[in-house]
């Protein structure tokens, strides 16, 4: 038998909330059964539909594993003077924690880097025994069982989005470029004089809104 894994990230643009990496693990010969249940890239699919497959990709696979980067380890990484490490870096490592929990004989990975090969040389610098590491761009289209790690990735990540509001009002999608995000954060900045903990400090907007607040008491 040989052990395939596919693994993805969810949630890596937003200013709001944690980035998601996940795996799966499969048998070669069932690999087929994701094509025919329709597993496809997750952001080509309904909230409904990823979290219907996210529970066949889980029953049908052998294992999976997820890895959560909170924002404070995200703004770590992005701040981090020690070059290269940086977002794309700290994605590399949580991939090989992802690879190493699964331990397949292959592992395709979504590659996060403009350069693919890079990226997997990085991750196998990080693990500690010898797998096939296939690094690709777009790998989520290509292929079904990194589509599947992209779905239990996204769904994940939804969950703890859902989480945030429930506990602290709703905000959007958290996206920079959502306009409720946007003034959540504004309100939030006016009400509490610094950004919440779930936010990513290092991201230009956030420090935007940080800098017109200084601004503005300063006025």
Known sequence: MVRIAGVDDAGRGPVIGPLTIAGVLFDENDIEKLKAMG?????????KRREILCRFIKETALAHAIVELPPARI?????SKRPPFKLNRLEAEAMAEVIAKLKPDIAY?????????????WIRGYLLFKTKVISEQKADVNY???????IVAKVRRDELISELHKEY???????PADPRTIAFLERWVQ???ALPEFARRSWRTAQRIEKQAKQQKLV
Do not use: I, M
């Open 144 to 150: 079904p069982v990194v589509a599947a790690a992209s």
């Open 75 to 79: 703004d770590e990484a992005v701040q």
């Open 169 to 175: 009002g709703f905000f959007g999608s958290g996206y």
């Open 39 to 47: 597993v496809r890239d997750s952001k080509t699919l309904s909230p």
């Open 109 to 121: 990975v979504d590659a996060s880097d403009v350069n693919a090969e890079r990226f997997g040389d």
């Open 191 to 193: 009400e509490h004089g």
